[in-house]
């Protein structure tokens, strides 16, 4: 069974702290992936993303478990190459998920066009879109947070945010901590 802590984000929703991530997970087999973990596992917790193209699967995860949506928390992110059109990227992943979302973050802070940086957006004015959106679709999206950011630019986004971010994901391993540990302390 899984380790079940949770804790409490700012927007009251409770987040259990260990979750099943599906990054990397092999088409086809991520419906069965969260129908185990969510029906036999244990797992409360599952994320999921735009970019990783099974928000569809998930969604049908879910609901082959028979776990009650009420007893589920989902977490999906915000593409880079939907930085101007975080309206449209929400309705995607609600549409392809049929379901709401419990933790709707922005996945890096990077806005991209045709895979490349996309220098005429600034992903703090994103920010203030997803706050926007937030407040409008509490019934859609019951809190909001950043994902792969670090301790400099989360402190931009502080200086200008109305809503804090509720958090702050970011991926650590003995094999990417090189990657992120001067970004995490400077």
């Known amino acids: 069974m899984v380790y079940h802590k949770t804790v409490t984000l700012n927007t009251g929703a409770i987040m259990p702290t260990v979750g099943l ?3 990397k997970s092999a088409p086809g087999q991520v419906e069965h992936a ?15 993303a735009y970019d ?25 992110k915000l593409p880079n190459a939907q930085h101007g ?26 806005p991209m066009k045709g895979g490349k940086a996309d220098k005429s957006i600034n992903w703090i004015d994103t920010w203030k879109k997803m706050e926007a959106i937030y407040e409008k679709n509490k019934d859609k999206v019951r809190a909001i947070g950043v994902s ?35 970004q995490l302390l400077f």
């Open 85 to 110: 059109t975080p309206e449209k990227a929400l309705e995607e992943s609600l549409a392809a998920l049929d379901t709401y979302i419990d933790l709707w973050l922005m996945h890096w802070p990077a």
């Open 148 to 182: 792969n950011i670090g301790i400099k630019y989360l402190n931009e986004l502080l200086k200008e945010a109305k809503i804090v971010p509720a958090v702050n994901q970011v991926e650590l391993h003995p094999v990417c901590i090189h990657l992120f540990i001067g």
């Open 52 to 76: 990783y193209g099974n928000e569809a699967e998930v969604g049908q995860g879910i609901k082959a478990s028979g776990v009650p949506r009420g007893e589920i928390f989902l977490t999906t």
């Open 21 to 23: 991530g599906t990054w």
């Open 34 to 48: 969260v129908e185990y973990a969510l029906k036999s596992a244990g797992y409360k917790h599952i994320d999921t």
